[in-house]
Each structure stands twice: as C-alpha cells, then as structure tokens.
C-alpha cells in the first residue's frame, strides 16, 4: 500500500545549487501535503506544509509546489546548503482523520556537496 | 521551543518478553501518535490517542500492542510479547490539533529485539 511514494531514495546537489525533492500520491482524498526532514538519531522535523487548496507554499529556501491534476508535489531548495543534508519525507492525511493518521513516503536522502 | 521527549534512547529486549517505550508529549497538546520506522523503510503510523483513548489504529497495531497515559504527562507505548520483527525505531508525536497541523516528533526509541 504506497499512496505516498517518493521515486529517488538518493539525490546529489551542489552547494548554491537548487535541490528538487519529488514526491507522487495515489489518494485523491488527500488534503494536506507536509515535508519533514530527518537527521540520523534525530526524529522527523516538520519543514513546509501546503493545503490542497493551494498550489504552492514558500517558507524562506524552501517552496513547495502541488500539482493536483498530476498527483504530484515538489519541494525546492534554493540555495542549497551543508546543513541540508539529510532524508526528507513526503508525508499526507485526508480530511477525515486529519493529521492522525499521517502516510510517509520512503524519504529521499540528500546530500549536498561544497 | 518546547519538544517531545522520549526514553530510552535504546532498548534491547529478549523475544517474547514485555517492553514499555515512554513519552513526554509538549504539554499544551492534545493529540498523541507513535510511529515506527523499521530500518531502510518508510516512517508508518501505528496509533494516535485523543481524550483518554485510540481515536486511529494501523493494521500493525494489534493485540500485542497497547498505550497508556497514565498521568497527565507520560504517553507509553506496551508491547506485551515482543518479535523479531518489532525491532525498528519507535517515534512518539504529538499535536494541539488534528487539522492542518503538524506532528511534533520526539527523537525516537530504538527497539532491538534479540
């Protein structure tokens, strides 16, 4: 049961460089898009969020984009630092349970390079 | 910031027998969750808990498993007979709402069942 699936389980970047972390869904009764990062021993930090309502969320570096036709969101980077090293999670909830019931994806581990 | 706070760090327990995994959510919330993360594989929801009782269960949490908030700070996670396959990193969550709101995520419990 993937209804949240994040396609690359590894990404390379640049430092300065913009990074594109992807995410897909398959629930169409999702309602709410988060990002979490996640450092080794640490638990999942909460990033950026976006409401289906919307279709883009911008929080200083980072913008999330949601593309509901496609199922699909994005987060960006901009630009991208040491410190962001780290797996990423896409994560979702429908209107319903809410945020009880959070679904991840598999998390992206980025790495950037200087 | 206020965070949650999870203890301990590390468990390591023989299979079969009981273990507790104990939780001090962010005081003004509500909503209280524990997910797992087995090695190499996706952040999965387990349970969330709201006034006193299971508001959300996964197919994971099954008789073997059950929580407790036993005081007005402590959230506690009991498996009553573990399994190999329980071994994973066990993080507690909490939120002040359930809508639009983002999990607050202790730094976790590693689980070795031997």
């Known amino acids: 049961d993937q209804q949240v699936k994040q396609n690359s389980p590894s990404l390379s970047v640049q430092e300065g460089r913009i990074s594109i972390l992807n995410c897909d869904y398959t629930?169409?009764?999702?309602?709410?898009f988060l990002w979490y990062k996640k450092y080794p021993a640490e638990g999942p930090t909460f990033l950026i969020s976006?409401?289906?309502?919307?279709d883009k969320n911008e929080d200083g570096r980072f913008t999330v984009f949601l593309n509901k036709s496609a199922k699909h969101l994005s987060l960006h980077i901009v630009p991208s630092q040491p410190g962001d090293s780290a797996v990423y999670f896409c994560?979702?909830?429908?209107?319903?349970?809410?945020?009880?019931?959070?679904?991840f994806g598999q998390g992206t581990r980025l790495t950037i390079n200087p | 910031e206020p965070e949650v706070t999870q203890t301990p760090s590390h468990q390591v327990t023989q299979m079969g027998q009981e273990v507790i995994l104990r939780c001090v959510p962010i005081?003004?919330?509500?909503?209280f969750y524990w997910y797992r993360q087995i090695l190499g594989q996706k952040v999965e929801f387990l349970v969330s808990?709201?006034?006193?009782?299971?508001?959300?269960k996964s197919e994971i949490f099954d008789d073997q498993f059950s929580v407790e908030r036993p005081d007005g700070s402590n959230f506690t996670l009991k498996i009553r007979s573990t399994k190999l396959e329980d071994s994973a990193m066990y993080f507690c969550?909490?939120?002040?709402?359930?809508?639009?709101?983002?999990?607050?995520f202790g730094n976790g419990t590693r689980l070795t069942v031997t």
């Open positions: 969550a909490s939120s002040a709402r359930v809508r639009g709101e983002t999990l607050h």
């Open positions: 994560a979702a909830h429908g209107p319903v349970q809410g945020a009880q019931k959070l679904v």
């Open positions: 808990f709201y006034n006193n009782e299971i508001s959300e």
């Open positions: 629930n169409s009764m999702f309602d709410y």
């Open positions: 976006i409401s289906s309502i919307k």
């Open positions: 005081s003004n919330h509500l909503y």
